[in-house]
Structure formats: C-alpha cells, structure tokens
C-alpha cells in the first residue's frame, strides 16, 4: 500500500535555528498537508497546498512558516527561527480528489 | 466553524469486550465525511474507519462499527471483542465534502486502555 514518508523521524534543534521537515507524498496525490500535536494535545491544521500554491492555512501558521514543493516530489515545512513552543510531533498527509487522507509516521520536533 | 467534541478523556475495558467512544461535532454544512483515527504510543495516526454523512448505512470494518447519527450529530465508534493491540489514544475527525482537499478538524481524543 502506498505510504506518506516522513524525515528525519526525530529532530532536535537550538531555539532561534531554521528547521526543514520533509515528506515525500503519495505521488498520484493532489492535495498536500502539515499537521501539528503538541504532546497530549490533540491534532492541529496547520496548511494545505494544492497547484503549487497554499489553498489554505490555519492561525497558527504564521510567517514563521513557509511549504515548499522543490521537485515533483518532495513537500517541505519549513521554520524560519524556532521558539520552545513548536516542539511538537509535526504530520504530514496527503489526498487524492476524494476523501481519503494518509498521513505519514511523523516527524517529532524537539526545540531546546 | 465545524467543532469536534469527544468527551470522554479516558475509556477502559476488558479484553473480548464491547467499548464505544463517544463522538459530537457542530456543522451547518449537509455533507462532510467522518473519521475515527487510532494513534498508539508511536504516534503514527492510523485510519480506522470512515462515513459518508450521505450514507445512511453505518459504516463496519471487522470489530469496528460506527453508530452515525446525523440528525444529533454523533458519530460512535464501537470496538467488538476488544484486544490489547487496541489500546490507543482515538480522534474522531470531520470534513467537509464540498472542497477537494479541505482540511480534518480533529476532536481532542480518547485515550483506550485494555485490561488483559
């Protein structure tokens, strides 16, 4: 079955440095998502990108964050300078034009 | 807004036995789908089973069945014949089916605990 692949699994960085998640979609997918959970808390939008271009984005994805799609299949969050409070297990998923979503493992980001 | 409430922080149940979670969500919209995710200790989040609100049959996927109820706006999810490997934290989510690629609202979950 295809599957959402997500790097680097575990990332610890310093307060204030740029950090870039990575997720290779399932590829004959249209739509593309970051999701958030901050530990014991439940799980957050955080954008959508469809055509190249973000088609939606939640409050808490502020101009600290940017998504790229570089290549035809990579899907990249980036943080420009990370604070304590984006620790946090970071999702990303992907959608044909229906309803299904599949998200990948995760990437868990640890801010110190 | 659409808004997802589950209202029980914690469940528990026996092995081999019947457990519902509890699912409430507010939409104006007439059509959406609705999902329950499990999420064990890796935090993967693993798709367990879906309904279509145009569907009137309830949805079933081996020990897992929902009871959707539109007109309340609940969406249960029962587990038959429960086994450790079902211990989980569970979200119950919605969304819209209007948009292609509309976003998940997620309720704040149900952490499951089996006793062998």
């Known amino acids: 079955e295809p599957e959402v692949t997500q790097t680097p699994s575990h990332q610890v960085t310093q307060m204030g440095q740029e950090v870039i998640l990575r997720c290779v979609p399932i590829?004959?997918?249209?739509?593309f998502y970051w999701y958030r959970q901050i530990l014991g808390q439940k799980v957050e939008f955080l954008v959508s990108?469809?055509?190249?271009?973000?088609?939606?984005k939640s409050e808490i994805f502020d101009d600290q964050f940017s998504v790229e799609r570089p290549d035809g299949s990579n899907f990249t969050l980036k943080i420009r300078s990370t604070k304590l409070e984006d620790s946090a297990m970071y999702f990303c998923?992907?959608?044909?034009?229906?309803?299904?979503?599949?998200f990948g493992s995760g990437t868990r980001l640890t801010v110190v | 807004a659409q808004t997802v409430t589950q209202s029980q922080p914690e469940m528990s149940v026996q092995e081999a036995e019947t457990v519902t979670l509890s699912c409430t969500y507010d939409t104006s919209e007439s059509d959406y789908y609705l999902f329950w995710y499990k999420q064990p200790p890796s935090r993967q989040m693993i798709l367990v089973i879906r309904q279509e609100a145009y569907k009137q049959q309830n949805a079933t996927e081996n020990r897992f069945s929902v009871n959707f109820q539109k007109a309340a706006k609940s969406f249960s999810l029962k587990i038959s014949d429960s086994q450790l490997g079902d211990a989980a934290m569970y979200f119950c989510?919605?969304?819209?089916?209007?948009?292609?690629?509309?976003?998940?609202?997620f309720g704040e979950g149900t952490q499951l605990t089996v006793n062998p």
């Open positions: 590829s004959n997918h249209l739509y």
């Open positions: 989510a919605y969304r819209p089916a209007e948009t292609s690629g509309s976003r998940l609202t």
């Open positions: 998923a992907s959608s044909g034009q229906y309803y299904g979503y599949t």
């Open positions: 990108f469809y055509n190249n271009e973000i088609s939606e």
